[in-house]
């Protein structure tokens, strides 16, 4: 079973920390030790897991990437947004998340992030979890 998480985005780049709304879901699913599993359904966004106390850290992963991936170039989609769908295609779709205890079992400074490239708008993340 799926569980849909809906996102509003503010910016065009955008990382936003969707770990305590994943961690809910896990709660009320009542599983001890299983999985979960994180998907974007969407061609312009993307899941990412990384540090989530030093929010300059998102800054520069976002900053970065629009340099290896710039937003003009010789791109030929009319749409005018490969950039975003490049970047999709490199962060990733999904994140696969073990469950102990009740609980994700992140590290000390790992948090789950929605990963906006061509925001904003309003997105969905799909959620499901699965008892081992
Ligand atoms: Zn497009």
Redesign the pocket.
């Known amino acids: 079973m799926w569980t849909t998480l809906n996102v509003r985005t503010h910016e065009h780049f955008e990382m936003i920390d969707i770990t305590r709304e994943i961690e809910k879901l896990v709660k009320k699913s009542g599983v001890k030790s299983g999985r979960c599993v994180v998907y974007v359904p969407h ?2 966004a993307a899941v990412t897991i990384n540090e989530n106390a030093d929010p300059s850290v998102k800054r520069d992963i976002l900053h970065e990437l629009s340099k290896v991936i710039p937003w003009n170039d010789e791109y030929t ?1 009319m ?4 950039a ?2 490049i970047l999709s295609t490199l962060v990733g779709v999904s994140e696969l998340l073990p469950i102990e205890e009740g609980h994700l079992l992140l590290g000390t400074w790992q948090g789950v992030y929605f990963c906006e490239f061509d925001g904003p708008r309003s997105r969905k993340v799909l959620i499901s979890v699965v008892e081992d």
Do not use: F, I, V
Request: aromatic letters at 0%.
């Open positions: 061609t312009t989609h749409e005018g947004n490969s975003a769908h």
